[in-house]
């Protein structure tokens, strides 16, 4: 059975760098790849990045440069940090496994329960 | 980037009522659309895949349609634990982009 769960420091100051960690069961990181979704509080989805079963990443242009996301496949652990935090990046974060059931096409189809950030002083 | 437009943005019905809930692409994504189902304080569930797919232990009262770029769900007899917020995700093309949602409410 696939699982992920986040998990972090729910309280960030403004200006300090947010360390995420994705830890998944029930799947192999070097045959799967693992993606990052925020919501703000009251708001809608929005991709964040990817990294993929070979260790590539792709990220959303948006944050691009203040975004970095790693993972150790021995721990079976994705990593995500995010530096110069501001109160708009309070959000869930949500990681989430992305199957690739035929080439060329991707579904993000298992989520984490997902990890609530608060950036505030 | 590919937007993704919802419509409408809040849809009220009363159980038993079967509805279209509507996704617009403002170009041309092929089936790389799925569907989510987000319930409140949960993360989102995977519906449909593929603009028309279904996922093993989703009720068959979800199904999708749809290709280019206009994609439709639709729910036979909305029930109960229905209510809850829809998005549509592209994943055609990176970055992936999500609808802003389409939330179902008992009138």
């Known amino acids: 059975q696939v699982q992920l769960k986040e998990s972090g420091p729910g309280l960030v100051q403004p200006s300090q760098t947010l360390s995420l960690t994705c830890t998944v069961s029930g799947l192999s990181l070097t045959s799967n790849s693992v993606s990052w979704i925020r919501q703000p509080p009251g708001k809608g989805l929005e991709w964040m990045g990817v990294?993929?079963?070979?260790?590539?990443?792709d990220y959303n242009s948006a944050i691009k440069s203040r975004l970095s996301i790693s993972r150790d496949t021995s721990k079976s652990q994705v990593f995500l940090k995010m530096n110069s935090l501001q109160t708009e990046d309070t959000a869930m974060y949500f990681c989430?496994?992305?199957?690739?059931?035929?080439?060329?096409?991707?579904?993000?189809?298992?989520w984490g329960q997902g990890a609530s950030v608060t950036v505030s002083s | 980037d590919i937007v993704l437009t919802q419509s409408p943005a809040t849809l009220s019905v009363t159980p038993g009522e079967s509805v279209s809930l509507s996704c617009r692409a403002s170009?041309?994504?092929?089936?790389?659309i799925h569907w989510y189902q987000q319930k409140s304080n949960e993360s989102p569930r995977l519906l449909i895949k593929?603009?028309?797919q279904s996922i093993s232990g989703i009720p068959s009262r979800f199904s999708g349609s749809g290709s280019g770029t206009d994609f439709t769900l639709s729910i036979n007899r909305v029930e109960s634990e229905d209510f809850s917020v829809y998005y549509c995700q592209q994943s055609y093309s990176l970055p992936w982009t999500f609808g802003g949602g389409t939330k179902l409410e008992l009138k």
């Open positions: 170009q041309g994504i092929s089936t790389s």
């Open positions: 990294i993929w079963s070979n260790g590539g990443t």
């Open positions: 989430a496994r992305v199957k690739r059931p035929y080439y060329g096409h991707w579904v993000m189809d298992a």
């Open positions: 593929f603009a028309s």
